[in-house]
């Protein structure tokens, strides 16, 4: 009995990877709403909260503004591939922020500690709840770390002044703030060490 073995080779799935997101905005600004796919050949069409296709809103992004009171309310946005198949994202809000109590940043997931050795790659990563929050960084001596302005601290790889105390702070876009806990990055070598 010979048995054939057959190689297929699936396109690239429709699917989307990062949904447009909530912003708040006040009169006359202007914002973007973004959505991120993956697929073949995609194409975009955006829908305003009465259903209704909006006209040339055929991108990824969404670009309104001036904004005006008719602006506000619920946006989607539909992504099709060349099969045909298609996909539609969320809701998204844009609200008047004159008429919002935002709530303050908050983290939900706190950094952990890690223990790592001179050479190996390592990471920390916080995320936290809040309107259009920026991260940033900071060292055990309270100095901001520049480029660390995401949820994740990268080391790649970790250097010998590395080890030692970490934290993260958020901004939202109306001033509220919020830090992590402090966290260690140990050096494994220096605690085994320790134990011997």
């Known amino acids: 009995i010979h048995s054939l073995l057959f190689t297929i080779t699936m396109p690239n799935l429709l699917r989307i990877i990062s949904q447009p997101k909530c912003q708040y905005a006040s009169m006359g600004a202007k914002v973007e709403l973004m959505v991120e796919a993956a697929g073949m050949d995609l194409t975009f069409q955006w829908y305003n909260q009465g259903g209704l296709a909006m006209p040339g809103a055929n991108t990824h992004i969404l670009a309104l503004g001036p904004l005006k009171k008719e602006h506000f309310g619920f946006y989607r946005v539909r992504v099709r591939d060349s099969f045909g198949s298609y996909l539609l994202s969320d809701w998204a809000e844009l609200a008047d922020v004159s008429y919002v109590s935002p709530p303050c940043p908050m ?16 990471y920390l990563f916080s995320h936290a709840t809040g309107v259009n929050l920026q991260y940033q960084w900071y060292n055990e001596k309270g100095v901001l770390i520049p480029g660390a302005s995401n949820k994740y601290l990268l080391f790649t790889p970790i ?36 134990i011997c």
């Open 107 to 122: 983290f939900v997931i706190e950094p952990k500690a890690v223990t790592a050795r001179v050479g190996e790659c390592e």
């Open 159 to 194: 250097k010998e002044n590395d080890f030692g105390f970490y934290r993260c702070a958020v901004l939202d876009m109306f001033g509220g703030e919020a830090f992590s806990n402090w966290i260690q990055v140990l050096d494994e070598g220096a605690v085994m060490s320790d």
